[in-house]
């Protein structure tokens, strides 16, 4: 089930029911009964169901799923969801939806786990949530305390989901930070997840330039993510100031 549709039951949330993208099933390109996600058995996706069900209640402003509509084809009687959760095949693990309400990295990053398709005995197998599985990557693999691993992974997680919540900004991001985004970039299942979540289901490429740019971008997009919500470390900003990585955002689906 998509997180959407697991925390949509909950009062005040039923409108997620619209935002979960995960309708179908999405086949892995190139490649023969392999698939890099599975849908959502939310109920309200219409799956064993022949006509549409209006959702219930007196005062409810909620109008019934339409075919074709984001989310789904069907609407579903809360009471049916209620109880479709205490199905043993279906395992809530969010007490929030997957959206960018929220501006706490750690709870951005975290909120993707239930995505992870892939690889998941490398991913998930150890108990540990995301956060803590990049925390514990950049410490294996740089020289660095805790604190500082936790603030640039922090600041790229902020980075990456600005990036892709806004693709028609040109945004950078400095040396620093940019082994945070490095970091979840080569986590693919992880990088799988967040593109699946926040970039609308579309693969967000890397592809950066061989100079490294010196325009002030970095300081700029600084600027932006404070501008969108996110209480950014300055100091880890400021150190590359105007010394950019040679990152490519002016397209849609390249960072």
Not at 130 to 152: C, G, P, Q, S, Y
Not at 213 to 225: K, N, Q, Y
Request: aromatic content about 6%; glycine content about 10%; hydrophobic content about 35%.
């Amino acid at each position: 089930m998509s997180p959407e549709c697991a925390v949509a039951v909950r009062p005040g949330y039923e409108d997620l029911h619209g935002q979960c993208r995960q309708a179908g099933d999405v086949p892995l390109p190139y490649a023969t009964g392999l698939l890099l996600a599975h849908r959502c058995t939310c109920l309200c996706h219409g799956h064993d169901r022949g006509r549409a069900v209006a959702f219930a209640g007196a005062g409810s402003t909620r109008r019934p799923y339409r075919p074709g509509q984001a989310g789904g084809q069907y609407g579903i009687e809360p009471e049916r969801h209620l109880r479709s959760l205490k199905e043993p095949h279906m395992t809530v693990t969010l007490d929030r939806p997957v959206t960018t309400h929220t501006r706490d990295p750690k709870e951005l990053l975290n909120a993707v786990q239930p995505r992870i398709q892939h690889l998941t005995i490398n991913v998930l197998d150890g108990g540990m949530t995301l956060w803590d599985r990049e925390v514990a990557l950049l410490l294996r693999d740089h020289t660095m305390v805790r604190d500082m691993a936790e603030r640039i992974l922090g600041n790229a997680v902020m980075y990456t989901v600005g990036c892709m919540e806004h693709p028609e900004v040109h945004l950078g991001v400095g040396k620093l930070v940019d082994i945070g985004v490095h970091q979840l970039i080569l986590d693919t299942p992880v990088w799988w997840a967040l593109c699946d979540a926040y970039n609308q289901g579309r693969y967000k490429h890397h592809a950066p330039f061989i100079e490294r740019r010196r325009d002030g971008l970095c300081l700029r997009t600084a600027d932006f993510l404070k501008s969108i919500g996110f209480d950014i470390d300055e100091e880890l900003w400021a150190i590359d100031g105007t010394d950019c990585s040679p990152c490519d955002n002016k397209v849609p689906d390249s960072h």
